[in-house]
């Protein structure tokens, strides 16, 4: 077995300590009895770990080790057994997990107390505890390395393995009534559906989210002409004229086109289409062929999205991580996400966030304002309740209804509104999660963003979207 070397340093009186690193482990797989043993105790003492408030499968220790390689194994209902998610080797004691601790870390983890209240009612995913550990900061050299590889994969890649062998794309024609169009969105799931111009004989557009939010604002608008009862009647193409009138007023002419069709062929590179979406901020664009060369008879195959193309990146790598130096750096050592502005921060940019009792008003203003897809729902301690998102399509009343009341009618897991995954609607991470699980995880169709939380708490500390992993990796 490998022995941990251990350090010393010397403190203002000059007498010589022994330099101590707090480590967390944590077992996330269930059990009564669970503690952990490794070479740091000479593989003698069996270290208790307890379960989390609220998370009783995940089971945490706080201990501290000297800087050097360490292994360790977990002792569970009376047998070994190792973290198959985490470094492990084969060595006297069978298969253990590893760790090692630098001397000097680039990046120091804050320890949280397992004392730490968690919420019962929405917690994080057992997979999203881990140990914590000092990760050496990562050279430009490798970042741009592992760019590089992921800028050829993807440039050598074509649309078509996006393609499902099965499925089906739903598009709407532009005559048909805006009410009518927003109920097979909701009933369907769908955060957007590509539009049908019958008379062109051509695909002409999309309606998405940010329609429906536009309008849920006109309706709360009384200077406006647009009503309740003419949506009924009101169709697509008069809701997407009216829609460019109010971009003018908006943008104070600067658009005063409408704006094409944003879509992609099935022959176009991964890398294309991942960078079409960047610039033109969309969340899809529609895969359309047509055999013929003026472009006739088009038809729709797929829609496609980031989150579709970051799951061939990560089925690509995910026997060869070791050849992405980056994949394994937390993502709070990253430049990328968009992170709760810290005290003093002059530079920090404004955090979205409101409190449950807002008005749904203000929500839907915020989401257009400031141009985002979500917005963390917390308590007085900036604690995550829940996320209010563009895709939350419900029947709701602009004027007293708040966030919370909205939500509510979203809380059925197996409701159709499209927005929960694995019986969750928050998806979350830590700040020291790598960069593989939180890809792994934002591949996963329906997932756009993580919150990023404190452990215990679940302070929210930032939010990272799709877009924002592409723009590290390609920009």
Known sequence: MFSSGADTGHDNSGVSRQVLIPMRFVWPYGGRRVAVSGSFNGWLEHIQMSPMEGCPTVFQVIYSLTPGYHQYKFFVDG?????EHQPFVSGNYGVVNTVFLAREPDVIPAI???ETPGRANMDVDNDAFHRLEAVPKISESDIEISRQRISVFLSTHTVYELLPESGKVIA???NLPVKQAFHILYEQGLPVAPLWDFCKGQFVGVLSALDFILILRELGNHGSNLTEEELETHTISAWKEGKLHLSRQIDGNVRSYPRCLIHAGPYDSLKDVAIKLLQNKVATVPIIHSSSQDGSFPQLLHLASLS???KCICRHFRHSSSSLPILQQPICSLPLGTWVPKLGDSNGQPFAMLR???SLSAALSLLVQAEVSSIPIVDDNDSLLDIYCRRAYAQIRLDEMSIHQALQLGQDASSPHGFFFNGQRCQMCLRYDPLQKVMERLANPGVRR???????SKRVEGIISLSDVFRFLLV
């Open 79 to 83: 047998e070994w057994r190792h973290d």
């Open 112 to 114: 949280f107390s397992p």
């Open 172 to 174: 709407l024609d532009v």
């Open 308 to 310: 579709g193309i970051l």
């Open 356 to 358: 449950p009792n807002a």
């Open 450 to 456: 993580l919150v990023i939380v404190e452990a215990g």
